[in-house]
């Protein structure tokens, strides 16, 4: 298969300045833009059906954040820039995936919705069944209740909403400000808060799960949040000392109280069979995940850059072996990797260099890491969201199982480099280099976040020592108007052209307008 990034395609000539899309669609030769265009008709065909469903109608025009959706292809094509062969079929997997499960959270929730579909009653059995799960939460607790549903309204509200435009959940950040709340803080809490006071949660679920991961900013917006969702709630803690084994009992302890909080709530008991049989499958999803790093660490790397980013994030925050189709979209990600590795496909034009991102990534670009590639040959394998435990949970001893479901709830996503002092954050970065041959740590630095703020000198001396570049990225989460797309990349820029004295691999993407592009 002939490569077309070989050719000199100018990936920024795509861009459309003052426009929310490309000019056009990518050509990526016959065969790949064949394939990209069959996904596109897919995805277009999943989100019409959804679209056509009178609750979702009805949605359009209740809430805000819902217009996010429109840039819904526009965001694929974003991640998909560049992108060719088995790395194109990895990606689309993945998003198609995505697009499938998130369209079926917001028909559940605009089913239960009592703005919407359960106005009089009609969805009440199912809402009866519905649990409000943090978006941070640790999922797999779901997996022992599987006559119930539990479902996020953050991650349709906010988090995927931010993902997908890059303004999209401003008018909640504002919200937050008009109410007080500090500028400084992460607008992460500060846009979930806003969209309370805003009223623009959908009414639903007989109970909630809380957590204190990622942060107190998140911790106390959930607090505030209860007082307008007006459901009973549960907050699994997580504690601060998570490496220490000293705190695992309490972990484990927060399980079980959040196991009979749920019972008490839903009437459902905790079912020992079930989880059994989800944690098979969670377990052989983290094992084929751990397959996709094993190649990342030799010159072919495959699963990289957003393909592994967002969806490991999704799999890992939202999925947690509730559906065995993962693990079927799984094990047909590791059979294209390893053809790729076999063949020596190379994820980008040219590896310069091989990359791990620390830190928090902006919501508001987080295809961040496909530009790297494209415009400097910098190859991310792994993101610091990505690093969370794999481990096996064992399921057949249950005091075990529980345990091993505490320490996960002790290293979840940030909470488990974010938190815990120089060996988690700083140390374990230097291993990971290490293991995955990387020359180039690029370092979120997320302007609104205290949690890593006191590694800055400790990452720059180590990584002197070491002979890693370390690259500093400021960004605002959620927020682009404090940092913008423009200036992350003029971050990587600078520091290419002064520091390392290279030229870029497609100079149409050193300086380009997205101000308003989704």
């Known amino acids: 298969m002939k490569d077309t990034r070989t050719q000199k395609q100018k990936l920024g000539k795509l861009q459309n300045p003052g426009k929310k899309t490309y000019k056009h669609r990518e050509w990526r030769g016959f065969k790949d833009t064949m394939y990209d265009f069959s996904r596109w008709l897919h995805n277009l065909l999943v989100m019409g059906k959804f679209i056509m469903k009178p609750t979702t109608l009805k949605a359009m025009f209740t809430y805000r954040w819902f217009g996010n959706y429109l840039a819904a292809f526009d965001y694929i094509d974003r991640h998909m820039e560049g992108v060719r062969g088995p790395q194109l079929r990895i990606g689309h997997i993945e998003y198609d995936s995505i697009v499938e499960h998130l ?46 549903k539990f479902l996020s309204k953050e991650v349709p509200a906010i988090y995927t909403g931010s993902t997908i435009s890059q303004t999209g959940v401003m008018h909640y950040i504002e919200v937050a400000e008009e109410f007080q709340i500090p500028g400084d803080v992460c607008p ?131 999925i947690s072996g509730r559906d065995a189709s993962f693990l079927k979209y799984d094990q047909k990600i590791t059979q294209l990797a390893k053809e790729g590795y076999k063949n020596h496909v190379l994820p980008c034009k040219e590896t310069r260099h091989r990359a791990l991102v620390w830190g928090v990534h902006a919501q508001y670009y987080t295809a961040f890491n496909q530009w790297l590639s494209n415009c400097w040959g910098i190859v991310c394998l792994c993101d610091m969201l990505s690093f969370t435990l794999t481990k096996p949970i064992h399921y057949e001893d249950h005091e075990q199982a529980l345990l091993d479901l505490g320490e996960y709830n002790m290293n979840m996503i940030m909470r488990n480099h974010s938190n815990g002092g120089y060996e988690v954050g700083v140390e374990q970065l230097w291993q990971y280099c290490e293991e995955y041959n990387a020359d180039m740590v690029i370092m979120y630095e997320h302007i609104g976040c205290k949690s890593m703020a006191g590694y800055h000198g400790l990452l720059e001396e180590e990584g002197r020592k070491r002979g890693i570049h370390i690259v500093w990225v400021y960004h605002a989460l959620m927020n682009p108007t404090k940092a913008s797309r423009k200036d992350m990349r003029e971050d990587v820029n600078r520091y290419m052209k002064t520091v390392m004295r290279e030229t870029p691999l497609d100079d149409s993407l050193v300086d380009f307008d997205d101000t308003e592009r989704w």
């Not at 009592?114 to 009866?128: A, F, H």
């Not at 490496?243 to 749920?262: G, N, P």
């Open 103 to 148: 369209t079926q959270t917001m028909d559940t929730l605009f089913k239960c919705d009592k703005r919407i579909g359960n106005k009089n009653g009609k969805y009440d059995e199912l809402n009866k069944k519905l649990v409000i799960m943090d978006e941070n939460g640790m999922m797999v607790i779901a997996t022992g209740f599987p006559n119930l």
């Open 188 to 318: 992460m809490p500060c846009a979930e808060l806003g969209c309370a006071i805003d009223e623009d949660y959908p009414i639903c679920g007989v109970c909630a799960i809380h957590c204190n991961t990622t942060c107190d900013g998140s911790l106390m917006g959930n607090q505030i949040e209860d007082r307008h969702d007006d459901l009973p709630s549960f907050t699994m803690a997580a504690p601060m000392r998570h490496q220490q084994k000293s705190v695992l009992a309490y972990s484990r302890d927060q399980i079980v109280e959040a196991i009979h909080f749920i019972e008490k709530h839903t009437g459902e008991k905790w079912d020992w069979d079930a989880f059994s049989k989800n944690m098979k499958t969670y377990n052989a999803q983290n094992a084929l995940f751990e397959e996709w790093m094993e190649m990342n660490k030799t010159n072919y790397p495959q699963v990289v850059n957003n393909n592994v980013m967002l969806y490991r994030d999704a799999e890992y925050m939202v």
